[in-house]
């Protein structure tokens, strides 16, 4: 099935957002931050070193499905970078939603943990790191790239897959689906 929707996910500092607008730009595609979808008392919570629970995750994530949802109806493309940590959130996000393609961007702790001490004044703070990946299931049934690439290497290796996943050639192998 033709891509018409990408969903990166991955713990905060894992280069969503970069590496989203980077493929958005690249194709010509809309792009969505989930960042950008979460009510202020989410935000607040993060601010003050707070995880969210699924409680304050459930009307985000449903507003991010019908996002999608609404996008694809219009038959208009997108890039959403989303964290997306557990399987449930993943099927919320793509439930009657086709042409999605998940992406999952992986990166050592020691990787994310210099990353997102580079971006001050972020709301999402290093010291919730653990808890990010603890609360992680990593999915089976999308692309794993290597979060320590480059954009462009990255970038490439999810338009490589779509190419050939598209023209129905088996790929899983050298670049790192699950």
């Given at each position: 099935?033709?891509t018409?929707f990408y969903?990166?996910?991955?713990?905060?500092?894992?280069?969503?957002?970069?590496?989203?607008?980077?493929?958005?730009?690249?194709?010509?595609?809309?792009?969505?931050?989930?960042?950008?979808?979460?009510?202020?008392?989410?935000?607040?919570?993060?601010?003050?070193?707070?995880?969210?629970?699924?409680?304050?995750?459930?009307?985000?994530?449903?507003s991010?499905?019908?996002?999608?949802s609404?996008?694809?109806?219009?038959?208009?493309?997108?890039?959403?970078?989303?964290?997306a940590?557990?399987?449930?959130?993943?099927?919320?996000?793509?439930?009657?939603?086709?042409?999605?393609?998940?992406?999952f961007?992986?990166?050592?702790?020691?990787?994310?943990?210099?990353?997102?001490l580079?971006?001050?004044?972020?709301?999402?703070?290093?010291?919730?790191?653990?808890?990010q990946?603890?609360?992680?299931?990593?999915?089976t049934?999308?692309?794993?790239i290597?979060?320590?690439?480059?954009?462009?290497?990255?970038?490439?290796?999810?338009l490589?897959?779509?190419?050939m996943?598209?023209?129905?050639?088996?790929?899983?192998?050298?670049?790192?689906?699950?």
């Amino acid at each position: 099935m033709k891509t018409k929707f990408y969903l990166l996910i991955g713990v905060s500092g894992s280069g969503k957002t970069t590496i989203g607008k980077a493929l958005a730009a690249r194709l010509r595609w809309d792009f969505y931050d989930a960042d950008d979808f979460h009510p202020p008392e989410n935000i607040n919570k993060m601010s003050g070193g707070i995880p969210l629970n699924d409680d304050d995750r459930a009307p985000w994530l449903a507003s991010l499905q019908a996002l999608i949802s609404s996008r694809l109806k219009e038959n208009r493309t997108g890039v959403l970078a989303c964290s997306a940590l557990k399987e449930h959130y993943r099927q919320t996000l793509l439930a009657d939603n086709q042409g999605v393609q998940l992406v999952f961007l992986k990166g050592e702790y020691d990787f994310i943990w210099k990353r997102m001490l580079a971006r001050p004044g972020h709301y999402m703070k290093p010291e919730m790191l653990q808890s990010q990946l603890e609360a992680l299931d990593e999915p089976t049934n999308g692309l794993v790239i290597d979060a320590s690439l480059s954009v462009d290497e990255i970038v490439n290796k999810i338009l490589e897959y779509s190419t050939m996943d598209e023209m129905g050639l088996d790929c899983r192998e050298g670049i790192g689906y699950q």
